[in-house]
């Protein structure tokens, strides 16, 4: 199995921790899910390779500053290393829709940034596992397999079933990580049934 293969791309907000109509803005508002922290160093013990893909455009809307979320995120890293894992890169774009950046999700470029720092030739295979559709539409130029989790806006996204033709669905990234884990020798999945996802 190559490296991309065993990569698994995750959106924060909403994935990682609770989400917020009104942006995460600070430390304190930063609340992860326990189940989300366990299920990612679950994963790096079982030898795959974590990386976090995140639009922030609170920073450019004046809400808080990257030294902030860098709080918010040595917080992330100190979390995961304690449950025993660890988070390979964090990727941002601290831009709002205006800015005509290549990095705000849909868009794929934090992917990019993630492949070029983890020296990947393609993210082709890996997984991407978001809320919103604009997550999973990020990862698709890349060859990302796309997971909707339920947390966070997930439930939004799936009641609209816009654009969720070949996603995979679980209730929350434990329950991705849980079917992941359990395929027999990591071999190429089948869709699981009705109970465990879409």
């Known amino acids: 199995m190559t490296a991309a293969e065993r990569l698994v791309i995750l959106d924060r907000d909403g994935v990682i921790n609770r989400d917020s109509d009104d942006y995460v803005k600070s430390l304190s508002e930063w609340i992860p899910y326990p189940a989300a922290?366990?299920?990612i160093a679950r994963l790096n013990r079982a030898g795959w390779t974590v990386a976090v893909a995140t639009n922030q455009s609170g920073i450019s809307r004046g809400y808080y500053g990257e030294e902030?979320?860098?709080a918010m995120h040595e917080r992330l890293r100190q979390l995961v290393r304690?449950?025993?894992?660890?988070?390979?890169?964090?990727a941002f774009c601290p831009h709002g829709p205006d800015d005509d950046?290549?990095?705000r999700k849909p868009l794929?470029?934090?992917?990019?940034?993630?492949?070029r720092v983890l020296v990947l030739n393609s993210l082709k295979g890996s997984w991407m596992v978001g809320d919103s559709l604009r997550d999973l539409q990020a990862g698709e130029p890349m060859g990302c397999r796309?997971?909707?989790?339920r947390t966070g806006k997930g439930h939004r996204t799936e009641e609209k079933g816009?654009?969720?033709e070949g996603v995979m669905v679980f209730d929350d990234l434990a329950g991705f990580v849980d079917w992941l884990l359990a395929r027999k020798g990591n071999k190429e999945p089948d869709l699981p049934s009705e109970s465990s996802g879409r």
């Open 146 to 149: 796309p997971v909707l989790v």
């Open 37 to 39: 922290i366990g299920a």
């Open 162 to 164: 816009e654009g969720l």
């Open 82 to 90: 304690e449950a025993g894992g660890e988070i390979a890169h964090i």
């Open 108 to 115: 794929p470029g934090m992917l990019e940034e993630i492949r």
């Open 101 to 103: 950046c290549d990095c």
């Open 68 to 70: 902030v979320l860098e």
